[in-house]
């Protein structure tokens, strides 16, 4: 596939290849230039690399990081920076090192600089615990990256109820079938229940429209960090 997709107008900051274009990806309403045909980043992977390239010193020292539920598109560049300061944790993931629930952390308070949670907190029983958790292990000055997915239209409030078990109408209620909320603008003032000063992001638009489309970014998208003070 990649093969097919030869050529040099767009490049995955995460692994560096280049392509003529990057593959459709989605169930229903496939995305166009959204999936890296080598290292099966998608859009939002990419986005994170490069916030943390360009905003951060994340690539530049040595850090402690936690990585929930990681993503083998990640995995080999950040174990490559921060080796075996670099910890990924899943309930069930064989990908990870360390088996746990998010809602009671096996780790010491102020453990880490970094904590990513990508695409996580839809999935578990109580986002604002987890946050929670997140703070309690974030040292002070750290910071977490928290991206969720949202569902056009974006409810005002945030729409949940783990007791919804049909799958069908977890998908009609939160966009897909294992998620048990669907995330609404109020998203921010959630992370702030966590015990985070929550931020929300514009660093795609700074991106500008040619590297948003050469990296294979949604430009409107925003990043979710929370800073633990």
């Known amino acids: 596939m990649g093969l097919f997709y030869a050529g040099n107008r767009v490049e995955c900051p995460i692994?560096?290849?280049?392509?003529?274009?990057?593959?459709?990806?989605?169930r229903i309403n496939p995305r166009s230039n959204a999936l890296c045909p080598h290292c099966q980043s998608l859009e939002r992977h990419r986005l994170i690399w490069l916030y943390l390239q360009d905003k951060t010193d994340f690539f530049s020292r040595q850090q402690d990081v936690l990585h929930?539920?990681?993503?083998?598109?990640?995995?080999?560049?950040?174990?490559?920076?921060?080796k075996q300061r670099y910890i990924t944790a899943d309930l069930e993931s064989p990908l990870a090192?360390?088996?746990?629930?998010?809602?009671?952390m096996p780790f010491q308070d102020n453990s880490f600089d970094v904590v990513l949670c990508n695409h996580v907190l839809e999935h578990v029983e109580s986002d604002v615990t987890a946050l929670k958790e997140i703070q309690r292990v974030l040292r002070p000055g750290g910071y977490a990256i928290l991206?969720?997915?949202?569902f056009s239209p974006v409810p005002d409030v945030?729409?949940?109820?783990?007791?919804?078990?049909d799958p069908r109408e977890r998908e009609r209620l939160f966009g897909?079938?294992?998620?048990?909320?669907?995330?609404?603008?109020?998203?921010?003032?959630?992370?702030?229940?966590?015990?985070?000063?929550?931020?929300?992001?514009?660093?795609?638009?700074?991106?500008?429209?040619?590297?948003c489309f050469h990296s294979g970014?949604?430009?409107?998208?925003?990043?979710?960090?929370?800073?633990?003070k």
Do not use: W
């Not at 929930?68 to 920076?81: T, V």
């Not at 991206?147 to 949202?150: A, L, Y």
């Open 176 to 211: 897909q079938d294992d998620h048990v909320r669907k995330f609404g603008k109020d998203y921010p003032r959630r992370i702030e229940a966590g015990g985070l000063t929550a931020e929300a992001s514009d660093f795609a638009k700074s991106l500008g429209a040619d590297r």
């Open 147 to 150: 991206q969720v997915p949202f």
């Open 217 to 228: 970014i949604t430009r409107d998208e925003i990043l979710y960090i929370g800073h633990k």
């Open 68 to 82: 929930i539920a990681p993503e083998a598109c990640f995995m080999k560049g950040f174990e490559k920076k921060h």
């Open 97 to 104: 090192k360390v088996k746990m629930d998010i809602h009671k």
């Open 15 to 26: 692994c560096n290849h280049h392509y003529r274009i990057f593959l459709p990806y989605g």
């Open 158 to 165: 945030t729409i949940e109820d783990t007791t919804v078990t």
